[in-house]
Every structure is written in structure tokens, then in C-alpha cells.
Nanobody
Framework: QVQLVESGGGLVQAGGSLRLSCAAS????????MGWYRQTPGKQRELVAA???????NYADSVKGRFTISRDNAKSTMYLQMNSLKPEDTAVYYC???????????????WGQGTQVTVSS
């Protein structure tokens, strides 16, 4: 069973930065694509950013220019560097392995437990 463990969430003031990490129990080279999603109460989980094995990326319009997704295959870890955070970025952030660059489920679909990010104004 593949396990994904997120870390790095917390409380930050608007304009601040956080870096999320997603550590996998197997080599992430196994995954064609990985991504970060977020969810707030009463809303659907949405794609924030995704990255392929080859390094192609896709970002939600709301985070372009502020967030950067990356992956370190040697460490089996994916990251999300979040800068210039806004209160509307407040959400539970989830790591995913398996969905496509556009967030479509095309086969296996592994999720982490989520990490809370809270941005105060």
C-alpha cells in the first residue's frame, strides 16, 4: 500500500511563505504525475499544482507566479513552495499520486492525509 505523508502546513500571515512536503513510501519515479490539491469546508477539492515525471507542470490560475511545485526523485518527495500567501489560500492541502497533470483520475489514485494551511490577514 502506497503511503503519502504531507508536512509543512501551519499558520502564517498574509504575504508570508510556507513549503509543503509530501514524502512517499515508494519511489516517486513510479508515478507519472503527482499533484497538490486543496479543500475548504463545503467546497470540492481543487487542483493547485501538478508535476509529471519529466518535470512538466500545471498550476491553477489563482496560484500562478506565487507557488512552485517540484519533486526530488532521489528523496521520494514532492514539494510545494508557497509565497505571497493570501487569506484565500487557507485550506487543507492534500498530496496526490496518480492523477494527470490536469487533475483527472486515470488509474491509481493515492492521497495523503492532508495538512492545514491557515493564512491570517
Amino acid at each position: 500500500q502506497v503511503q503519502l505523508v504531507e508536512s509543512g502546513g501551519g499558520l502564517v500571515q498574509a504575504g508570508g511563505s510556507l513549503r509543503l512536503s509530501c514524502a512517499a513510501s515508494i519511489s516517486i519515479f513510479s508515478f507519472n504525475a503527482m499533484g497538490w490539491y486543496r479543500q475548504t469546508p463545503g467546497k470540492q477539492r481543487e487542483l493547485v499544482a501538478a508535476i509529471t515525471r519529466g518535470g512538466s507542470t500545471n498550476y491553477a490560475d489563482s496560484v500562478k507566479g506565487r507557488f512552485t511545485i517540484s519533486r526530488d526523485n532521489a528523496k521520494s518527495t514532492m514539494y510545494l513552495q508557497m509565497n505571497s500567501l493570501k487569506p484565500e489560500d487557507t485550506a487543507v492541502y492534500y498530496c496526490n499520486a496518480g492523477r494527470s497533470l490536469l487533475g483527472l483520475q486515470i488509474g491509481y489514485d493515492y492521497w495523503g492525509q492532508g495538512t492545514q494551511v491557515t493564512v491570517s490577514s
